[in-house]
């Protein structure tokens, strides 16, 4: 079993950057797919970006596409959400998550394991 710990969240202006940090304890990351999903106030948790065990394969939602990019480090046992360009509609709890798959997916109901969350908000 794998405990997930976001980090790197805040308060950052429309149109600028920040990386969020996923890092894991209790079993070696590289035996996971893992995503990123968020939740904004008031709506349902939706997906934002999955990468395969070996980081070679990554999907993202057309909302984030382009602007974010997730990436791992298996022997830090962490992954990264890259965000660029953020917009006040990217403001939202973000959490990661684990799935025992090989490629990770869109559905939540694919990741057994997850965060707690970092808060972002992105002011206008």
């Known amino acids: 079993q794998v405990q997930l710990v976001e980090s790197g969240g805040g308060l950052v202006e429309a149109g600028g950057s920040l990386r969020l940090s996923c890092a894991a304890s209790?079993?070696?990351?590289?035996?996971?797919?893992l995503g990123w999903f968020r939740q904004a106030p008031g709506k349902q948790r939706e997906f934002v970006a999955r990468?395969?065990?070996?980081?070679?394969?990554?999907y993202y939602a057309d909302s984030v596409k382009g602007r974010f990019t997730i990436s791992r480090d298996n022997a830090k046992n962490t992954v990264y959400l890259a965000m660029d360009s953020l917009e006040p509609e990217d403001t939202a709890v973000y959490y990661c998550?684990?799935?025992?798959?090989?490629?990770?997916?869109?559905?939540?109901?694919?990741?057994?394991?997850w965060g707690k969350g970092t808060q972002l908000t992105v002011s206008s």
């Open positions: 998550a684990a799935s025992t798959g090989v490629r990770g997916s869109y559905s939540e109901n694919a990741y057994a394991y």
């Open positions: 990468i395969s065990r070996s980081g070679g394969s990554t």
């Open positions: 209790g079993r070696a990351l590289s035996t996971y797919a």
